[in-house]
């Protein structure tokens, strides 16, 4: 949703790089860019102003004129005002002192209410809370049926004592779902709230209704990510018509321009509390502002990779295949890689796992570009191989290989490529686990740049001599500029063949894929 906005963005501090000294000029050009791309980002105006302004009073400081580096120190600024308008810190949800605890979810038609409730559902039972859906949208077609279907998928508990479709009383509805709630020892209720498809006195009205008969712990506005200003023009209704405690983002990897986002924490003075980012139940999580305003600059988020990882990963299961690596590199198995790659890919797509590393907006495209199937095909490889092809991949001969190619519907030399990379992996993955670093790195222990091997190097390195004759060195270090020159010419001055630069340089056949 971010990109053009993060593409803009990079191409204003990139102009700054290299200068020593920022003019007023200078900060004056970089504001106006910096304002141009908020704004066509769909950001809403006083936002704008109000981040310009605070951003160039800042500029023009004490704390950029005396930085050791301007531009690092501007973008250090527009990081800590990003995280400004977009709500500051972290906004955690309160939870009733007596249970249960009321969440009550408002919004209009189609902003996304009662899926969103299915992944707050799911979401609140991964923090160890036992939630219940209550479906108090009697008004649209199906409602219901919708979040009961959700509630069912999310592995959550649904309270739907009228069909809907026009029939029953939604405020008795949500009143009669706090007693049920104790009753069965639900610790969270999560009230959805029929919308309208614009604002109006009877949404208002059966809004507050519902409000006032269960005293909501929480009030969550849903509000569609994608619909830009009037994002923010139904959130101030909501806020003087209702009142809200929090807003929640839906649709946020859509591909509008991500203006609703920058603008509403600002404008309504109520911060965004969690943010969906996908269609699958898992795609939710809380919003913070400061990782939000980090992937914006290209800055990455590896906290929240981190997080993932941590959920994938048992400590348990990161213990057993340190273990299992330090005994040598034949301990570790194809049947331990499959487990490894499963476990990377539910921690979700491929793609948006790279995009929360810093510097990847550089390769969006060929990120964007990925194959998620690539993955796939390799489970299929390694699934179609007998047990004890898995533990010994080196007894895999050409029949094997052919066997193994018709029963995962690949061809034969894939097959031999993932075999192949198998053992360079696991010769890494040993080494490194046995403290000897990475291989080919000088100076790291065990990659064949140790302190014998330099001894080895500086020795020959004494063996050519300069002569200690003014004219004679002269005329060798006139040979030696002509002898670089020639090769310059002959070749590349990355050692590579042929006129230009890496012009005719291949990547292998299996880093491909990964460049679109």
């Known amino acids: ?38 704004l066509e980002a769909d950001v809403a105006l006083p ?37 400004g308008i977009l709500g500051g810190e972290t906004r955690r949800l309160r939870f009733a002192k007596q249970p ?158 991500g203006g609703a986002a920058l603008s509403i924490a600002h404008v309504t003075g109520k911060q965004i509390m969690f943010a969906s980012n996908g269609e699958k139940l898992e795609d939710f999580d809380a919003f913070h502002p400061d990782r939000m305003a980090s992937r914006i600059l290209d800055m990455g988020d590896m906290l929240t990779l981190i997080e993932q990882a941590e959920k994938t990963f048992s400590q348990q299961e990161a213990e057993d295949m340190a273990r299992k690596l330090q005994k040598g590199p034949k301990e570790f198995t194809l049947d331990d890689f499959l487990a490894q790659m499963e476990q990377v ?46 533990a010994e991949p080196t007894i895999i001969n050409g029949s094997r290989r052919a066997r193994i190619a018709k029963g995962s519907g690949v061809d ?27 291989p080919g790195m000088p100076g790291m222990p065990g990659s064949g740049g140790g302190p014998g091997r330099q001894k080895k190097k500086q020795k020959q390195a004494k063996g050519k001599r300069k002569s200690g004759n003014p004219m004679k060195r002269k005329a060798e270090e006139e040979a030696a500029a002509a002898r670089r020159e020639q090769g310059a010419q002959e070749g590349s001055p990355f050692g590579l063949p042929g006129g230009q630069p890496g012009k005719d340089f291949e990547l292998p056949d299996e880093f491909k894929k990964f460049m679109g």
Do not use: C
């Not at 510097?359 to 095909?377: A, T, Y």
């Not at 030399?413 to 360079?424: G, N, P």
């Open 412 to 438: 034969v030399s894939a097959v031999k490529s993932l075999v192949e990379r198998f053992f360079e992996a696991r010769k890494m993955m040993s080494r490194m686990a046995q403290g000897g670093g990475m």
């Open 100 to 257: 249960p605890t009321v969440i009550m979810l408002a919004g209009l038609q189609g902003a996304g209410k009662t899926t969103l409730a299915g992944k707050l559902g799911k979401w609140l039972q991964g923090q160890g809370h036992t939630p219940l859906l209550v479906a108090a949208d009697l008004q649209r077609p199906n409602a219901v049926n919708q979040l009961s279907v959700v509630a069912e998928r999310a592995g959550v508990g649904i309270f739907a004592p009228e069909p809907g479709n026009g029939v029953g009383d939604p405020v008795q509805v949500a009143k009669d779902s706090i007693a049920h709630a104790r009753t069965k020892q639900y610790d969270v209720v999560v009230v959805d709230t029929a919308g309208r498809l614009g604002i109006d006195q009877e949404l208002m009205q059966q809004a507050a209704d519902i409000r006032d008969a269960v005293q909501p712990d929480e009030v969550l506005f849903v509000v569609d990510a994608m619909i830009g200003q009037d994002a923010v023009n139904t959130a101030e209704a909501f806020r003087d018509g209702v009142g809200f405690d929090g807003v929640v983002l839906s649709k946020l990897d859509g591909d509008a321009r």
């Open 345 to 390: 890919r539910r921690m979700g797509s491929i793609s948006k796992l790279l995009g929360m590393l810093p510097g990847m907006g550089q390769i969006k495209d060929q990120i964007s570009n990925l194959d998620e199937r690539d993955v796939d095909r390799t489970a299929a490889i390694i699934k179609s191989m007998t047990p004890g092809e898995r």
């Open 1 to 38: 949703m971010f990109d053009t906005l993060s593409d803009r963005l990079a191409a204003t501090f990139k102009s700054l790089r290299g200068k020593g000294r920022l003019s007023e000029a200078d900060i004056d050009a970089t504001a106006r860019e910096i304002r141009i791309a908020l």
């Open 47 to 83: 936002v704008v102003r109000a981040f310009i302004k605070q951003v160039k009073e800042r500029a023009l400081g004490e704390e950029v004129s005396k930085a050791l580096n301007p531009a690092q120190q501007i973008i250090k600024i527009v990081n800590e005002e990003l995280v």
